[in-house]
């Protein structure tokens, strides 16, 4: 805020045993490092006994010289630290199948700058959303999936991931299940929407089985993908109403929008580094 | 609306097999009883084949002489057809243990004119809501209930229901689970308000089970009791937002407001006759 | 619902002077359309002493003839009546100036198959969102304004209206003010999107008298477009909520997610024929 | 979290001009006295410069060795700082007219254990609430207003409020204007709940104007009392959807809802000490 224009924009996101002076540590280091804080917050948890602390600061003496005076304090607290320039864009591979409405929604809003990611490549087990990638100007490279590819396919998936140096790997309604190898690989860098209020209506038609029992809600969940299929640690979720006049197909369509809007929060809260994970829950610094 | 002061407010219901003429020859006997609507909707389900219809209208003839006009129609087309003066309090037995958000906002609604019933009786398993129920002026029965006692106490029950003319049974947190047979002397007349958003947690601690999963919404259920626990037709769903530094504690506060709102309203709605059964799913017209 | 597969889709709404008999009269030319009712909804204005039915069908008997049986009905009443194929789309033209994000969103979910209307022409004063409209085959017309083209430009839309037997404009964030006689060609034919939760912060700057004001929460307005600018008979209106860390530039990102859907609803319920005006107010069938 | 059980559990907020090693000089004093943080936010604001700080944590020195500790931090950087045991009642007043609606949720609430707050006494212009102050064991005072009774009326409220040691009042739809001398006396430790979504709708008859202009969702506003009328900082906003079939009494009764809800998370915000003041703005960290 009063940090004079010449100092960097710096994020800085860590988890760490809890013990008493983690705070005062780093904000020691941010002083040295000439750093005024922006906006910060903490949380001890209760569960799992782990410290939580996210910080937007400006510093004066830069993002290395940050680093160097919390390498003591990492060490000495056993932190789990990350620092990024304020707003660099995550690295973000899509993975889409034929339905269009999540991956139309993150293109638009990282063209129109209201999604700190960029989108170096589009991987699909189909090849429907081709043209939409290509408005965009975005690589799009289809990747067949079927039982006998499926061990091929993945690994042509790591290699797009190690090729473009990504950071993030969002399943923009992605339906192939992915390998618990894949899962491990990709622990707390993959985020999948799922088409329900989990943990209600697991597994593939969650929208009939809504339909079928009557609710007067339907939603949709983000989570970090894991070998637990519909079971990894949520970040976000939503609802809509729905009424007795809405068919099985209405609330597909209906739900199409909470989708949307779900997985884009959840990736925007993730690209801006406020999603940390603790065991199999999320803290979320809003 | 145009109706003359002394037309009476009527409002009608009515289920009954699909098939055509039934809004024409209802709203013909209508129009014999010199009867006007001022608000109305039908509904035609796909699921099941019934027809379903509700009318407020005044009726210049009179209730009774609408119901002589309406008498062939509803043989001609096997109707389920209630009519009611619009407006008139549907007699409620409250039931409850020890938890009284639920209870206490009834009961002032209910007093400030905002809920069309009257509780002629509050029955409880436990005695700590007497004096709210004393400060309400309401009758207070306490029915204990142990596995020994529990057929003498749902037959104490039924005389309750018998004694006050009672149209509608609340468990407004009711602790008990209800015996099958019970439950089937009460259908579509017995409401309950589950702690979660089902199908989600089911069962005694759904709040613990929501923030061991880790969820980011919570709800809650009001629904027509059934043999089938926690499977009921549901009337009204809802949910809020909770955060990672709320506790199960804190859950099970949160939870109070949305249970207290979403049984006030499905109470609301079944007493001002919106809501109708259609097998296992409800019609809502709000 | 049990009509026979040959049976027409019909919409049908009217309204007129409140008065008995209008039910009964309409689903009398109905049944002797061999017409059956699917889902409808009536209400009486106690305001404007008019009478608003909506009325999906399926018609035997086909839309001319049930037009014929309702001709003598329509005229006894002084029935402002229509009748559209159900589902027909609504030839919709869209007028925008430099921001996408409405128009992307109308664009993609007509594309999908999630809103009843065409688009055969997009209107705008610059040329920023040309490729967009070009991506989904879109016709795009550049018609400048200024103060001395103001009139001339105002001609050339009502011939693009004309030539393209446009059926609804709506105002996709396009910034410039309609004339007076304009707006009367237009009305109830034209819907804008405020970017205020209306009536409050009306003109030009709504997200910087927000934040200056310190509200908690933030809104859209959909509404038809009136020679009172802000004034018009409001469709929709829908909020998000914001937080002391928010500045004025957050507040106009997260306005454009609530002016998206606060204008795509408004959009869908009118092309649906969900939309009747009462006076300066409107009646929603939702 | 970690802390052993004998520390003191402690909530601390402060406000100060913005600098560089605030945090860092806080967490000292902290760490000095054994502190452990529970959680804790912090921000700058843009607009005043001033920077905001909230911890709860257990300080196994106790409250009073932590004020010790944070004399000298307090004076150096002109810290408005707070210190609290966490939880300890927020001794208030509640002053009301004739509606019940807040009134009894809020002594419900500090009854159940869900807010924060002590009630000692009860203020009121009429007498009609003195029954449920009696239910609930609060003493009532009953302070008639007149134009000539005014500036005593005033008087015997400061009296009542010293001799309570109050240390907020809550108007809790109290329909008398206070006086620009009691507003100032009050600044900052009075909250009032608006019946509209402000700055819609100032003055008397919100509900029949907001039903006038025909708008599709009302709201309610907390703010606290200052000598602008309805122009004081907002602390929450809450909204409800409504509909053309309601009526403007419809609006007064859906209102009560939201006013309640929205008067008692300003409450609770304020007796956690979660409300900082920025000038006419609220910073609140929930």
Redesign the interface.
Known sequence: ??ADSSATAVTLTLSCP???????AV??A??AA?????????????VT?R?FMRVDAHVGAGLDALRDRLAPVVEQFAMDLELFPTGSPTRTLIMVSTE??CL?DLL?RQR?G?LPIEIPVIVSNHTDLAPLAA?YGVDFVHVPVTAATKDAAEDRLRELVAEHDVDLVVLARYMQILSDRLCADLAGRAINIHHS?????KGARPYAQAHQ?????I?ATAHYVTADLDEG???????VRV???H?AADLV?MG??VET?TLRQAVAWHAEHRVLL?S?????FP
């Open positions: 805020m009063l809890d013990r008493p002076g983690i705070v005062h904000t020691g941010l002083a000439d750093g005024n804080i922006d906006e910060s917050a903490q949380y001890g948890s209760e006994g410290f269009a409405h139309n638009f129109a209201l408005f209020f989990l943990p209600s209506f029992r009557g609710v007067k809600l939603g640690p949520i970040i976000e979720q939503d609802v009424q007795h006049h068919a369509a199409r929008d809007r603790d199999h829950r999320t803290i979320v």
